[in-house]
Protein backbone atom coordinates (compact mmCIF):
# COMPACT_ATOMS: atom_id res chain seq x y z
CA UNK A 1 0.00 0.00 0.00
CA UNK A 2 1.44 3.74 -0.66
CA UNK A 3 0.21 7.33 -1.04
CA UNK A 4 2.20 9.96 -2.76
CA UNK A 5 1.05 13.35 -1.93
CA UNK A 6 1.83 16.52 -4.25
CA UNK A 7 0.80 19.97 -4.61
CA UNK A 8 1.70 21.66 -1.37
CA UNK A 9 3.97 24.80 -0.80
CA UNK A 10 4.06 28.21 0.41
CA UNK A 11 0.95 30.78 -0.66
CA UNK A 12 -0.49 33.90 0.94
CA UNK A 13 -2.83 34.34 3.15
CA UNK A 14 -5.97 33.82 1.15
CA UNK A 15 -4.67 31.44 -1.76
CA UNK A 16 -5.24 28.17 -2.74
CA UNK A 17 -3.82 25.10 -3.46
CA UNK A 18 -4.73 22.00 -5.15
CA UNK A 19 -3.18 18.69 -3.13
CA UNK A 20 -3.52 15.46 -4.95
CA UNK A 21 -2.91 11.83 -3.70
CA UNK A 22 -2.17 9.23 -5.67
CA UNK A 23 -2.89 6.11 -3.77
CA UNK A 24 -2.20 2.18 -4.98
CA UNK A 25 -1.46 -1.46 -3.56
CA UNK A 26 -5.54 -1.86 -2.87
CA UNK A 27 -8.77 -1.61 -4.19
CA UNK A 28 -9.34 2.35 -4.44
CA UNK A 29 -12.93 2.47 -4.99
CA UNK A 30 -13.85 0.14 -2.24
CA UNK A 31 -12.77 2.44 0.34
CA UNK A 32 -13.22 6.24 1.48
CA UNK A 33 -10.36 8.31 1.59
CA UNK A 34 -9.21 11.17 3.80
CA UNK A 35 -7.35 14.07 3.83
CA UNK A 36 -5.79 14.59 7.16
CA UNK A 37 -2.58 17.11 8.28
CA UNK A 38 -0.71 17.60 11.07
CA UNK A 39 1.18 21.20 11.99
CA UNK A 40 4.20 21.19 14.31
CA UNK A 41 3.22 20.21 18.15
CA UNK A 42 0.15 19.29 17.41
CA UNK A 43 -1.81 15.86 16.68
CA UNK A 44 -2.74 14.43 13.47
CA UNK A 45 -6.02 15.74 12.29
CA UNK A 46 -8.55 14.90 9.58
CA UNK A 47 -10.00 17.68 7.53
CA UNK A 48 -12.29 16.02 5.15
CA UNK A 49 -13.06 12.55 3.66
CA UNK A 50 -15.14 11.21 0.75
CA UNK A 51 -17.11 7.83 0.15
CA UNK A 52 -15.87 5.72 -2.74
CA UNK A 53 -19.06 6.85 -4.64
CA UNK A 54 -18.54 10.40 -3.82
CA UNK A 55 -21.94 10.47 -2.23
CA UNK A 56 -21.16 11.10 1.46
CA UNK A 57 -18.84 13.98 2.47
CA UNK A 58 -17.48 14.79 5.58
CA UNK A 59 -15.07 18.36 6.30
CA UNK A 60 -14.00 19.17 9.37
CA UNK A 61 -15.81 22.49 11.02
CA UNK A 62 -12.42 24.55 10.17
CA UNK A 63 -12.16 23.97 6.90
CA UNK A 64 -15.85 23.66 5.45
CA UNK A 65 -16.92 25.97 2.87
CA UNK A 66 -12.93 26.73 1.74
CA UNK A 67 -11.56 22.88 1.05
CA UNK A 68 -13.13 20.53 -1.42
CA UNK A 69 -12.18 16.89 -1.03
CA UNK A 70 -12.70 14.84 -4.57
CA UNK A 71 -11.61 11.60 -6.15
CA UNK A 72 -10.86 9.95 -9.29
CA UNK A 73 -11.80 6.28 -9.08
CA UNK A 74 -10.25 5.47 -12.63
CA UNK A 75 -7.08 7.24 -11.46
CA UNK A 76 -6.74 5.75 -7.77
CA UNK A 77 -6.46 9.08 -7.30
CA UNK A 78 -7.67 11.97 -4.45
CA UNK A 79 -7.90 15.49 -4.73
CA UNK A 80 -7.87 18.73 -1.82
CA UNK A 81 -8.57 22.38 -3.42
CA UNK A 82 -7.92 24.76 -0.53
CA UNK A 83 -9.09 28.06 -1.33
CA UNK A 84 -8.94 31.27 1.29
CA UNK A 85 -5.78 29.75 2.92
CA UNK A 86 -5.20 31.07 6.75
CA UNK A 87 -1.83 30.57 8.49
CA UNK A 88 -3.74 27.83 10.89
CA UNK A 89 -4.00 25.37 8.02
CA UNK A 90 -0.20 25.15 7.52
CA UNK A 91 0.59 21.92 8.39
CA UNK A 92 1.96 18.73 6.37
CA UNK A 93 -1.26 17.09 4.41
CA UNK A 94 -1.57 13.47 4.44
CA UNK A 95 -4.00 10.94 2.35
CA UNK A 96 -5.25 7.50 3.76
CA UNK A 97 -7.79 5.30 3.46
CA UNK A 98 -10.82 6.64 6.45
CA UNK A 99 -9.23 5.49 9.50
CA UNK A 100 -6.17 4.14 8.17
CA UNK A 101 -6.86 0.59 8.12
CA UNK A 102 -3.77 -0.28 6.32
CA UNK A 103 -1.26 1.31 9.10
CA UNK A 104 1.09 2.90 6.23
CA UNK A 105 1.40 6.67 5.68
CA UNK A 106 3.01 8.51 2.90
CA UNK A 107 5.53 11.01 3.02
CA UNK A 108 2.81 14.06 2.85
CA UNK A 109 3.59 17.42 1.42
CA UNK A 110 3.92 19.95 2.93
CA UNK A 111 1.26 23.16 3.18
CA UNK A 112 2.77 26.79 4.32
CA UNK A 113 0.34 29.40 4.22
CA UNK A 114 2.41 33.05 5.45
CA UNK A 115 2.39 36.50 4.37
Known amino acids: VQFVESGGGLVQPGGSLRLSCAASGFTFSSYAMGWYRQAPGKERERVAH????????YYADSVKDRFTISRDNAKNTVYLKMNNLKPEDTAVYYC?????????WGQGTQVTVSP
Open 50 to 57: IRGNSILI
Open 96 to 104: NALNAPFGS
